[in-house]
């Protein structure tokens, strides 16, 4: 059985002050709409819990209501970071979940081949990623003004979601990142933490993530396209 963790417990708070992303207007949907659709779709997935706020059930409730999603469904609340939000969903999915598929709340275009393709990896190996090769010319710099050095970009990917885990991995890799009090914002840093290997999986179609105001027009460009 695979479960997917939605999380959409974030604050948005590059996209200003009383503004909630995740409820932002896209092709007549609320972004997390989006997000929440791919995954009832996705034949690979047997359940969905969504992350919110404390305070959002109701909004989510109503939500559900509207979509009429064809799978079960249930809500976690959020915690104080990220990884603790994602910590709260492994809480809540079914016992009889093997891998569980994480998404971002606020990256709603992502492709069905994503998601299926992710999932198996992760079957496969423990840990899979979607993730796109960097085609940039990329540099780095320590202060912020001036190039210190020039990166190859042949070895870096820009790792996205869902990243999907057996759920014992992932389990023993936040437990990890509990334990030494640390602070990740990507899941497959934790696994980096117990030397879990992480399968990049190619994601050919775009796979972008809501931030600020500016990536809707884009956004709603794609979902029309879908």
């Given at each position: ?5 939605i999380v959409a ?133 320590v202060d912020g ?82």
């Amino acid at each position: 059985m695979t479960s997917a963790i939605i999380v959409a417990a974030g604050r948005g708070t590059r996209m200003g002050p009383g503004i909630d992303k995740l409820f932002l207007e896209a092709c007549g949907r609320p972004v997390v709409a989006h997000t929440w659709c791919a995954f009832d779709a996705a034949p690979d997935v047997n359940e969905v819990v969504l992350v919110v706020r404390d305070g959002m059930q109701t909004a989510f409730e109503e939500l559900a209501a509207s979509l009429a999603p064809r799978k079960p469904f249930r809500l976690a609340v959020g915690g104080k970071e990220r990884q603790d939000s994602v910590w709260n969903g492994l809480l809540t999915v079914s016992p009889s979940a093997a891998v569980v598929a994480i998404q971002d709340g606020a990256r709603p275009c992502t492709a069905p081949d994503a998601i299926r393709n992710t999932i198996l990896a992760a079957r496969e190996t423990g840990a899979a990623v979607a993730a796109q090769r960097v085609t940039d010319t990329i540099k780095e710099s320590v202060d912020g003004a001036t190039i210190a050095r020039h990166l190859d970009r042949s070895c870096l990917w820009a790792v996205q979601t869902p990243q999907a885990f057996r759920v014992e991995v992932i389990r023993r890799a936040l437990e990890a990142v509990r334990e030494k009090g640390m602070n990740v914002t990507d899941d497959t840093a934790a696994c980096e933490l117990i030397g879990q290997p992480v399968r990049l999986v190619e994601s050919a179609a775009p796979n972008p993530k809501v931030t600020v105001p500016e990536d809707l027009p884009y956004i709603e460009l794609l979902l029309r396209g879908a």
